[in-house]
């Protein structure tokens, strides 16, 4: 049973930070690749970060380099997603995925930033 389960997210100002954790269950967390995706209202959904299972950082997308960082600890079967910086364009609900996913996705967490 593949588990995903994101915290850390909530209400934060322009130019704050916010830590992201996803938990993951149900597989051998430290041999696949995790991702970061976000969805805010009306848009698509955007892959964020990709991380190996190693743990070697593979790409941003263009809108959070240099102010997100992602990163993981396969003893704790946790991924995160460093956040700083942050914008009201970065308001979105934030969700984790292996690759291949396979269909599992987990709940997600809600990322607001305003005044």
């Known amino acids: 049973q593949v588990q995903l389960v994101e915290s850390g997210g909530g209400l934060v100002q322009p130019g704050g930070s916010l830590r992201l954790s996803c938990v993951a269950s149900?597989?051998?967390?430290?041999?696949?690749?995790m991702r970061w995706y976000r969805q805010a209202p009306g848009k698509e959904r955007e892959l964020v970060a990709t991380?190996?299972?190693?743990?070697?950082?593979?790409n941003y997308a263009d809108s959070v380099k240099g102010r997100f960082a992602i990163s993981r600890d396969n003893a704790k079967n946790t991924v995160y997603l460093q956040m700083t910086s942050l914008k009201s364009e970065d308001t979105a609900v934030y969700y984790c995925?292996?690759?291949?996913?396979?269909?599992?996705w987990g709940q997600g967490t809600q990322v607001t930033v305003s005044s």
């Open positions: 149900g597989f051998r967390f430290g041999v696949y690749d």
């Open positions: 991380i190996t299972g190693a743990g070697m950082p593979l």
């Open positions: 995925q292996r690759m291949p996913a396979f269909g599992y």
